[in-house]
């Protein structure tokens, strides 16, 4: 997959941090302001099919790519589930329980497991969109005319 | 309030109908784009700050895969006459279509006008949902605590989706 | 609130995941796994089959009690009705699984096979045991979503055409169902089933409780493929490889479309005798239309496709008659007895179906053709399946020894007390009809003799799919001891306690 | 009133559009159109007069907040809408790649 023009490629390499930036800056205020793990992960994965676009990347790099988000994926989807299961031993035994402390409302560290859920699933959100955008553009490249 | 909602709309209904005539599928397929970002300024009207946000990015990435399905193909939707089959299925959707409406003109006539929605279950979300959940963000409070289990269903489905898609476009299914 | 409950969904989910993990790195291991996941998740509903008689467990998840008698978060129920379901998906999920052993070396990248297979068990698990309208609705997706990239497995022409015709209808469908829980939220503010009947209690609107319950009729009659809906089963099922068109027409069709239908329409609607009628029609319709179109078929799956519309029909219809009788309020035992037949038509029809279905696999894994013409004289080179073959053409033809006569006669007993001669008779005219399709299949499948067709190269299954094969035609025998009272009481009973009086269920949901 | 009419009527177009299209991106579209009304839908049903998003300030509390139940709803609708969207055109490029049209009839009657 070739790149774009220099002047893509420049801009992307001044903003592509900057939104990665913003979209783990959403990830990890959700519990505090508007956003949360979706909207923080669809922007991380924005940040990143901006750089695949404009710089393009040889194919097997690609395909090496594909292989090792499908990893984090995954691994991302296991972790929420295992804070899920966590509930049953901590807490009050329950499957979806909330059983780290709650602290003061409107502070950093504050919604008990919140956070946490936050952080996964803006990964695996992340990882997930990426992955379906690399495999579309692995296919058109493989695929025969 | 009701009334800018409805002009939003009533230009989103148009978005949409020229979005299915358009003769060039790229134009349908951006005009789809402007429909979708017009909902999330409804989302704004609407006080939904959250939706918003998801709404504008996922919409930008449909976007993308849409434009990059359409690209590479000859653009021009193959235009022919409605063949018999084609009369059928059209009569058959308007009949639909009437009916639906006329039903839905009804049944709305005994329910809450916008914006005056009373709360049943929710109330309990409010309430005390600072302290429950400890989130500031009442939302993502219910998203993450109070229906955590539909959000691991929701991270699931994206999952699921994503697998479908890698099977899906492999290049060789059997041996 | 006993803990295993969460596990119906848990262990597929960290299951498929594993399996996408592990399964990378060490080949055989996915096989062996997703199987061994399986058969833990059968033991676990076998136990919940003999153990919830009466009482029904609710699960409320995340711990939230309800305030002042509305429930806050989402509860999960497993009462009788969905103890029979779970076990059926969980049965047939695990024959299934055991079957495409060696069934899936044909096709490619079998990782992807087994985490979807996987996850298609959870979401199905997940709609059976949920009680809030829009957790049926996420896990739905999941199931629906795995079963879109299941169709499109093989990927070939006509798969690819199947799915995305599927894709399209079964996302009409999601739409109307999301469309029809906003309506009930609109009105109701909540979304426990048990609550949202407990806010209609004080009196609704006619036409927008009507306009209600068609949206969510025809959403999850979508799913059922009941038969203004059925254009996208014959060809799902037929694309799609045989252990997955055995699940899909085996559970899927029952487990996310036929069980939510009777569930909601029991449980979360006041049943209106129009609304009642109307399903009846549906399934008859479904029932005579589905047995006309399988004559025609020489493709054996798209036959065994077409007739599980009309078997689902006979199920709708029954029901259907139940529901007239409960919202007329008139002679309660024929209901039940009508709720009774249909529900044991339901796990009649996911033993034989699926059995028929992996017998296709099997003649279509040796002879390599689908096509009935093209066959002949298998018996011979392949007894066991062409024993267990007609052991299911029989059970689903209605012979006496076998489960498929029994709940028939039920249900044609249940519309002759209660007054509806023509559905028995088209009841009746519908099974002979089957049985002459049946005849049809067996007799250019197994035993017409052609001495130019070279038979010698064709020889018998590998083991997996045989025990899986074998296990179920012993299940379609044994199922028919449901009919006798000791044995009914124990499973069939509960299930329609919990429907004949709904405020059975949202007491114990709710304790109104 | 009127909003959730024309919210309707959104619907219609979409459901519209995938019973009379030929054109497999042209159904995509329709049922994205579909997807946004239903989002739609959901969001006027939240909404309160007077209501403020629904984010707590610890400095003043006592406020009308909209619904956030419908919001929290919609959250995981837009992602299922993303997964089948994406799952569709998955199987859109791969139809277009092996027969070369987007009409669903000259798909019909192509073999092999």
């Known amino acids: ?145 | 309030m009701e009334l800018s909602i409805s002009i939003i709309i009533g230009l989103m209904i148009l978005g949409a109908l020229y979005a299915i005539h358009a003769k060039d599928l790229l134009s349908s397929v951006i005009a789809c784009g402007i429909v979708g970002y017009s909902l999330v300024i409804c989302f704004l009207l609407l006080k939904a700050p959250d939706l918003a946000i998801v709404q504008i990015v996922v919409d930008t990435i449909t976007l993308i895969i849409m434009v990059a399905v359409v690209l590479d193909s000859s653009r021009e939707e193959s235009y022919s006459k409605l063949d018999t089959k084609g009369y059928i299925s059209a009569a058959t959707g308007i009949l639909m279509i009437v009916v639906l409406l006329y039903f839905f003109a009804i049944s709305v006539q005994s329910l809450d006008v916008l914006g005056t929605s009373s709360l049943r279950m929710a109330n309990y979300y409010i309430e005390g949902a600072a302290q429950k959940t400890g989130s500031a963000n009442l939302v993502t409070g219910v998203v993450f605590d109070f229906r955590g289990y539909d959000t691991m269903g929701e991270a699931v489905v994206l999952v699921t989706a994503v697998l479908g898609v890698l099977t899906i476009l492999r290049l060789k299914g059997k041996k | 609130m006993n803990p295993l409950i969460p596990l119906f969904v848990i262990i597929p989910l960290v299951g498929a995941f594993l399996i996408m993990i592990i399964g990378r790195f060490i080949k055989e291991f996915n096989k062996y796994f997703a199987s061994l996941i399986l058969f833990s998740l059968a033991l676990i509903s076998f136990y919940f089959l003999f153990t919830t008689r009466e009482n029904s467990f609710v699960y409320k998840v995340g711990g939230w009690e309800p305030i002042n008698n509305i429930p806050i978060g989402i509860y999960m129920v497993m009462d009788g009705f969905t103890a029979i379901v779970v076990c059926i998906i969980n049965f047939i999920g695990f024959l299934s699984a055991f079957y495409s052993i060696s069934y899936i070396k044909r096709y490619t990248s079998e990782n992807y096979f087994y985490a979807l297979f996987c996850l298609m068990i959870a979401g199905m698990n997940g709609v059976v045991i949920s009680g809030d309208i829009f957790n049926i609705f996420v896990f739905l997706e999941i199931s629906v979503i795995s079963s879109y990239a299941l169709v499109a497995f093989g990927v070939e022409k006509n798969e690819l055409e199947a799915s995305f015709k599927y894709q399209v209808l079964g996302g009409l469908a999601s739409f109307l169902i999301l469309f029809g829980i906003g309506f009930l939220y609109w009105k109701a503010k909540t979304l426990n089933i048990a609550d949202i009947k407990g806010a209609f209690s004080n009196g609704y609107d006619k036409t927008y409780y009507l306009f209600v319950q068609i949206l969510i009729l025809s959403g999850f009659g979508l799913k059922a493929a009941i038969i203004p809906f059925h254009a996208w089963l014959p060809d799902a099922h037929s694309s799609a490889p045989s252990p997955i068109s055995a699940m899909l027409s085996g559970v899927l069709i029952k487990a996310v479309g036929i069980y939510v239908i009777i569930r909601l329409f029991f449980n979360m609607f006041y049943i209106s005798e129009g609304m009642s009628v109307l399903i009846t029609t549906l399934g008859t319709l479904s029932m005579v239309i589905g047995v006309f179109l399988a004559i025609g078929q020489w493709d054996i799956k798209r036959l065994l496709a077409y007739h599980s519309i009309s078997q689902m029909g006979y199920v709708v219809m029954s029901v259907g008659i139940g529901m007239i009788l409960v919202s007329r309020g008139v002679r309660n035992e024929v209901a039940a007895l009508a709720i009774t037949g249909g529900i044991f038509h339901l796990i009649n029809h996911a033993a034989f179906k699926g059995l028929l279905f992996l017998n296709a696999g099997a003649i279509e894994y040796s002879t390599g053709t689908r096509d009935l013409r093209e066959m002949g004289g298998l018996a011979k080179a392949m007894p066991a399946t062409s024993a267990t073959s007609f052991v299911a053409s029989l059970s689903i033809s209605g012979i006496p020894p076998f489960n498929g006569f029994f709940s028939k006669l039920i249900i044609i007993i249940a519309a002759v007390m209660a007054r509806f001669y023509l559905l028995a008779a088209l009841a009746v005219i519908v099974s002979i009809i089957t049985l002459a399709s049946f005849m049809k299949f067996q007799r250019y499948a197994f035993y017409n003799e052609d001495p130019d067709k070279k038979k010698n190269s064709i020889k018998e299954v590998p083991f997996p799919m045989l025990f899986s094969m074998i296990i179920l035609s012993i299940v379609c025998l044994l199922l028919s001891i449901l009919v006798f009272p000791g044995i009914r009481e124990l499973i069939l009973t509960p299930a329609i306690d919990i429907l004949m009086d709904p405020s059975k269920y949202s007491s114990q949901i709710i304790g109104m | 009133m009127t909003a959730y009419i024309m919210c309707f009527i959104l619907f219609l177009v979409g459901l519209y559009g995938v019973i009379t299209r030929r054109n497999l991106v042209k159904i995509a579209v329709s049922m994205s159109i579909m997807e946004i009304s239903t989002f739609l839908f959901f969001a006027l049903l939240g909404y309160i007069d007077g209501g403020v998003a629904p984010i707590v300030d610890p400095a003043d509390p006592v406020q009308t907040y909209v619904d956030p139940l419908p919001q929290a709803l919609v959250l995981t609708a837009i992602v299922i809408g993303l997964a089948t969207t994406s799952m569709m055109m998955a199987i859109i490029i791969r139809l277009y790649r092996k027969y070369g049209t987007f009409d669903i009839r000259e798909i019909k009657n192509l073999k092999g």
């Open chain 1, 1 to 145: 997959m070739k790149g774009m023009t220099l002047i893509v490629k420049k801009s992307t390499q001044l903003i592509a941090g900057i939104i990665f930036m913003y979209g783990i800056y959403v990830i990890v205020h959700g519990h505090l302001t508007p956003g949360g793990g979706f909207a923080g992960g669809v922007i991380i994965a924005g940040s990143l099919i901006l750089v695949t676009l404009a710089y393009g990347g040889e194919f097997l790099k690609l395909v090496k790519e594909e292989a090792g988000t499908t990893i984090i994926e995954s691994m991302a989807t296991i972790m929420v589930i295992m804070i899920a299961t966590a509930g049953f031993f901590f807490g009050t035994k329950i499957f979806f329980n909330n059983f780290l402390p709650r602290g003061v409302v409107a502070q950093l560290i504050s919604a008990g497991v919140i956070p946490l859920y936050n952080i996964f699933v803006g990964t695996e959100v992340a990882a997930s969109i990426f992955i379906i955008f690399l495999s579309l553009v692995i296919f058109k490249e493989e695929s025969p005319q």
